[in-house]
């Protein structure tokens, strides 16, 4: 099972990335994690891409294709995998799809999250997530049992740097001229299905499940 999640920020694709994986046990490559470890641990990848990530820009696309590129060639991608985050731009899609020949793999299924624009600006600024884990949470509709520490793992819990009100502006402009493409680049592949995700978890998670029935 070789798979895409394609959306907006906060359309919720790592929410759902994160379940979706858990239950079929195969990895979660989120390019948006991997830059952020590499920036919490000054990493050579992490210092060049840290100016980008703050303003809500791509970071470059040599860069994010070098990453997962390697990442796909580690052991336990041969069961598969789920790519949240990557491909964003046609570049990106046609360096993977170059990566996927010559390792002789294919993209089974894309997912489209579509959200309207109101939904993902509510999303994203009040988003919180585990210092330690990485689960998600939102201050509204999601809340830790105890305010701002992380119900799984009793870490604290933080606001990304890019998950403010202007930031998101950016990022929201950026995914549609960079990415929203890709919507047609895949349904031309035959291998886009898209769900609406302007729902609760749950709901949303039992559509992407049907997707493998
Ligand atoms: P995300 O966690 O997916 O929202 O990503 C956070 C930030 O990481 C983005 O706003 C970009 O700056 C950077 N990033 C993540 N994935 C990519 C990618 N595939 N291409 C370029 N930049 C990326």
């Known amino acids: 099972m070789r798979l895409i999640f394609l959306g907006a920020p906060g359309a919720g694709k790592g929410t759902q990335a994160q379940k979706l994986c858990e239950k079929k046990e195969i990895p979660h490559i989120s390019t948006g994690?991997?830059?952020r470890e590499a920036v919490a641990n000054k990493t050579q990848v992490g210092l060049a891409a840290k100016s980008y990530m703050d303003q809500g820009k791509l970071v470059?696309?040599?860069?994010?294709?070098?990453?997962?590129?390697?990442r796909l060639q580690k052991p336990d991608c041969k069961k598969g995998f789920l790519l949240d985050g990557f491909p964003r731009s046609l570049k990106q899609a046609e360096e993977l799809d170059n990566k996927l020949d010559e390792?002789?793999?294919n993209i089974d299924k894309v997912i489209y999250f579509s959200v309207d624009?109101?939904?993902?600006?509510?999303?994203?600024?009040?988003?919180?997530?585990?210092?330690?884990?990485?689960?998600?949470?939102?201050i509204e509709s999601l809340k830790p049992k105890k305010d701002?520490?992380?119900?799984?793992?009793?870490?604290e819990l933080y606001q990304r740097n890019d998950d403010t009100a202007e930031t998101v502006k950016k990022r929201l402009d950026v995914f549609?001229?960079?990415?929203?493409?890709?919507?047609?680049?895949?349904?031309n592949k035959s291998l886009?299905?898209?769900?609406?995700?302007?729902?609760?978890?749950?709901?949303i998670f039992n559509e992407v499940i049907e997707?493998?029935?």
Request: glycine letters at 6%.
């Open 33 to 35: 994690d991997i830059l």
């Open 60 to 70: 470059p696309d040599e860069v994010v294709v070098n990453i997962v590129s390697e």
């Open 103 to 105: 390792l002789g793999l």
């Open 117 to 138: 624009e109101d939904e993902v600006v509510r999303r994203i600024t009040g988003r919180r997530i585990c210092s330690k884990c990485g689960e998600n949470y939102h």
């Open 148 to 155: 701002g520490i992380c119900d799984k793992c009793s870490s």
């Open 176 to 187: 549609k001229k960079e990415s929203m493409p890709l919507v047609n680049y895949y349904k």
């Open 192 to 203: 886009l299905t898209e769900i609406v995700a302007n729902k609760s978890i749950d709901e």
């Open 211 to 213: 997707v493998f029935l």
